[in-house]
């Protein structure tokens, strides 16, 4: 058995600092192995984007350990886990959430600003990965000027430019018609080819299914796993 | 390898900038107006200075100018008023001053009498109303003035008494002299006086003329001292039919030039008191271009702080001017702001960029000012003639000014920019 790269252990989020505080994740148990296809559903507000955000190290749960590549990351310091989102996570999101005045190139390029490698050095790997998503004659476009689908693959791009540990994906389907969608889904699929570790946030039962491993979440807590 | 990343981080910073040219334009212009009035003021206080420094500079620093004056006359003068005897308006300074002057005070380079009197030149029948300098040849050199054409006085003439002149062009003009002055013989009273020089124009300004008694007609004649002295007397007589009044004053000025400048002041005290023993009724003022330099540059500086404050108001402004358009900014951007802290940007990052696009912008705005400034400062020196310039320090000054504006400008925004939970901000809409 390998070791996991994600381990959470008794997770408990509340919000709100005075009582009674919302208590969203209850006790969240997870193991997550490399290069594992997980995908995440749940009823609406029953904290599926709230674990994801734990996950990402964009949040700190309030109680319980979470660690990451073997490394506590449940207790860290902001500029830390700037750096562990920097380096070890890749985020796609339902809404692309790429920089509008940014050309596609560019955005691929914002994670090596704020890491140790030069965006000079990393031209041509930052071209490579473009390519890979089938985007090498948009470099100086900006997102204002490509469709949905192509944001969101200018997005998987820049996520995987750091080469993370872990690709987090919130209902990156979500604001693509079905077809794009496809598109995008079978991007992800060859990503897990690759070896990637993907978990990714869905409504959709069908797009759940693509990935190997589901889990169910239910006012906090897991409920179902099936594999 | 670390300046490197500095250096991606600063162009994309500027990257934004460029993103949106015309709110970074005119995000700027309050800046661009700031600097360029704090250039202009402080080009104009520095012209004022230089202006002050020249005209007073004329004097020589290192002089001491005594005028006789005309003491005001009481109402009843007729009858026994010690500065009358008889017809006779009799005051100012005295031979004895001179002389007392030259013998008793220290640290003296040069004492100088000048008479003055007032007499009609004739050229033919062209006459003007001059005023006759009785001088020693030391005069012009003391004074700095410069012979345009021709030569100065020489103590030959002092000795020969010799009747020739130094004239300024304005007179030739009125005279209608047109051709070579030099040689040429004009009619004072009842004398042929030759010409021997002419004197350059640009000393005869302002403060300068008031001190050299000069006036604005140019029509002064210098003519050697001892000529006067003893060809004319010190007499002079003025009226018209049947009401004669004369005028007797031995020397209308005494130009004293000390020979330390450490000196000048101490020395002019010194002379004061001893003028003050003779001349009870303070028929004369004295003088002294150092003093009136000091003085007027305090002034000047005062004044020119005054402008310049004024001017940093609108600096003041155009800095609130950015602050507030980055915090417009900021909360127009804070999903840009929450997409890079997802991709692992620090707070200090967040900070970094946007003090980097406001001090571009300022550091744009000053230097455009700096430009604005020459402008300013070419229209106003075009339009009022006054003295303007524009000093390095001054440049230096408006873009550490511009800097600071951005630095300062720029904090309160980055910091609420950096401020912002990630997870809110990738919410924003
Ligand atoms: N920052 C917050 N402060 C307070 N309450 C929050 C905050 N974020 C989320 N919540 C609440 O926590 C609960 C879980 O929210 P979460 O976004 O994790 O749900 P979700 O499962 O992702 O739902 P959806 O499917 O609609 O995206 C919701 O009731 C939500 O209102
Ligand atoms: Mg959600």
């Known amino acids: 058995m390998p070791q996991p790269i994600i381990s959470l252990e008794g997770i408990h989020k509340y919000y709100g600092e005075v009582e009674p505080r919302l208590h969203v994740l209850k006790g969240i148990h997870l193991d997550v192995t490399q290069g594992e296809f997980v995908s995440i559903m749940g009823t609406s507000g029953s904290g599926k984007s709230t674990l994801l955000n734990l996950l990402g190290c964009l949040d700190v749960p309030t109680e319980g350990s979470y660690l990451l590549g073997g490394k506590d990351v449940s207790q860290q310091s902001d500029d830390e886990l700037s750096r562990i989102r920097n380096e070890d996570i890749g985020f796609i999101f339902q809404s692309f959430q790429l920089i509008p005045q940014l050309t596609v190139l560019e955005n691929v390029q914002v994670p090596l600003l704020y890491g140790e490698s030069s965006i000079r050095e990393k031209e041509e790997h930052c071209r490579s990965i473009l390519d890979s998503v089938g985007l090498s004659h948009r470099l100086s476009h900006r997102p204002s000027q490509l469709s949905g689908g192509e944001c969101q693959r200018v997005a998987i791009a820049r996520s995987l430019v750091n080469d993370p540990l872990i690709l987090l994906a919130d209902e990156p389907t979500g604001n693509l018609d079905s077809k794009t969608g496809q598109e995008v889904l079978e991007l992800m699929d060859s990503l897990h080819g690759e070896g990637r570790t993907i978990i990714m946030i869905t409504h959709d039962q069908e797009v759940a299914l693509r990935a190997q491993r589901q889990v169910r979440i239910h006012d906090g807590l897991v409920i179902e796993e099936t594999s | 390898m670390i300046s490197r990343k500095k250096k991606e981080l600063l162009r994309m910073g500027l990257q934004s900038l460029l993103g949106y040219p015309m709110r970074t334009v005119l995000t700027m212009l309050g800046v661009v107006f700031g600097v360029g009035s704090v250039i202009a003021m402080l080009a104009l206080g520095a012209g004022a200075e230089k202006e002050l420094l020249q005209e007073i500079g004329r004097l020589g620093i290192q002089n001491i100018i005594i005028n006789s004056v005309e003491p005001e006359q009481p109402e009843n003068n007729s009858s026994s008023s010690s500065s009358r005897r008889g017809w006779i308006n009799y005051y100012g300074l005295k031979f004895k001053d001179h002389r007392q002057i030259v013998e008793t005070i220290p640290g003296i380079e040069r004492v100088l009498p000048v008479h003055l009197s007032k007499k009609k030149a004739w050229n033919g029948s062209r006459w003007i109303e001059s005023t006759l300098f009785a001088v020693e040849p030391d005069y012009f050199e003391v004074f700095g003035l410069e012979i345009a054409s021709g030569r100065a006085l020489s103590p030959q003439d002092e000795e020969d008494l010799a009747r020739v002149c130094v004239v300024r062009s304005g007179l030739l003009q009125e005279l209608g002299i047109y051709e070579d002055p030099v040689g040429y013989v004009l009619t004072i009273e009842d004398q042929k006086f030759t010409i021997v020089g002419v004197l350059s124009e640009d000393r005869f300004q302002g403060y300068a003329q008031k001190a050299l008694v000069a006036d604005a007609r140019s029509s002064e004649i210098y003519v050697p001292y001892q000529t006067v002295l003893k060809r004319q007397g010190t007499r002079s007589f003025s009226g018209s039919a049947g009401s004669w009044e004369a005028t007797d004053v031995e020397l209308n000025q005494i130009v004293v030039e000390v020979e330390d400048l450490d000196q000048v002041i101490l020395t002019s005290r010194t002379i004061e008191n001893l003028l003050s023993r003779n001349h009870p009724e303070k028929d004369y003022e004295m ?125 309160y925004p980055a910091r609420r920019a950096a401020a912002l939970d990630p997870i809110s901000a990738l919410r924003h809409q």
């Open chain 2, 287 to 411: 003088i002294v271009p150092l003093e009136v330099l000091a003085q007027r540059r305090k002034t000047q500086q005062v004044f020119n702080i005054a402008l310049v404050a004024i001017a940093s108001i609108s600096l003041l402004v155009g800095g609130i001017g950015i602050a507030n358009i980055m915090l417009a900014t900021v909360t127009e951007r804070t999903r840009e702001i929450g997409v890079r802290r997802a991709l692992g940007a620090q707070k200090r990052h967040i900070i970094a960029q946007f003090l980097t696009e406001t001090t571009t912008i300022s550091i744009l705005g000053g230097v455009l000012g700096i430009f604005l400034g020459f402008a300013l400062v070419q229209i106003l020196v075009i339009f009022t003639g006054w003295t303007a310039v524009i000093t390095p320090i001054s440049i230096l000054v408006a873009l550490t000014i511009s800097v600071a504006v951005g630095i300062t400008s720029g904090i």
